[in-house]
């Protein structure tokens, strides 16, 4: 049974803008495997935590660092969910998550269904 499903799409020269202009969005946002990533998979990983809050409903207090998309090496993307995020997939239910990522001509996107 589907839980939530969340979709995001970000502009990644205007991502990359943002990371320019506040330097500390990096650490914020990402864990420190994914900092050492490309601009264009940074946008694309940032698309993921959106469409996972979107996914679980948005509720707040949810940190940016428990959910991330580690590099894939040409296998399909896969979401690690922990702390926060995960405790409130646990409370809706949640046993999985069903993850698609991409990004091309300037956009990131991002699409994450939770499965009970």
Same mark, same amino acid.
Request: glycine share 8%; hydrophobic share 55%.
């Given at each position: %049974?589907?839980?939530?499903?969340?979709?995001?799409?970000?502009?990644?020269?205007?991502?990359?803008?943002? =990371? #320019? @202009?506040? /330097? &500390?969005?990096?650490? $914020?946002?990402?864990?420190?495997?994914?900092?050492? =990533? !490309?601009?264009?998979?940074?946008?694309?990983?940032?698309?993921?935590?959106?469409?996972?809050?979107?996914?679980?409903?948005? /509720?707040?207090? %949810? @940190?940016?660092?428990?959910?991330?998309? !580690? &590099?894939?090496?040409? $296998? /399909? /993307?896969?979401?690690?969910?922990?702390?926060?995020? @995960?405790? @409130?997939?646990?409370?809706?239910? +949640?046993?999985?998550?069903? =993850?698609?990522?991409?990004?091309?001509?300037?956009?990131? &996107?991002? +699409?994450?269904? &939770? #499965?009970?």
């Amino acid at each position: %049974m589907i839980v939530g499903v969340g979709i995001d799409v970000v502009d990644v020269a205007r991502f990359v803008q943002a =990371l #320019e @202009r506040t /330097p &500390a969005l990096r650490q $914020r946002l990402f864990t420190e495997v994914e900092r050492e =990533l !490309p601009p264009a998979s940074l946008a694309a990983r940032f698309a993921v935590k959106e469409a996972v809050a979107k996914a679980l409903a948005s /509720p707040g207090g %949810m @940190r940016w660092h428990d959910a991330w998309v !580690p &590099a894939s090496g040409g $296998r /399909p /993307p896969e979401l690690h969910v922990v702390g926060t995020v @995960r405790a @409130r997939a646990d409370a809706l239910g +949640v046993a999985r998550f069903h =993850l698609s990522i991409s990004h091309d001509a300037g956009i990131a &996107a991002a +699409v994450v269904i &939770a #499965e009970a």
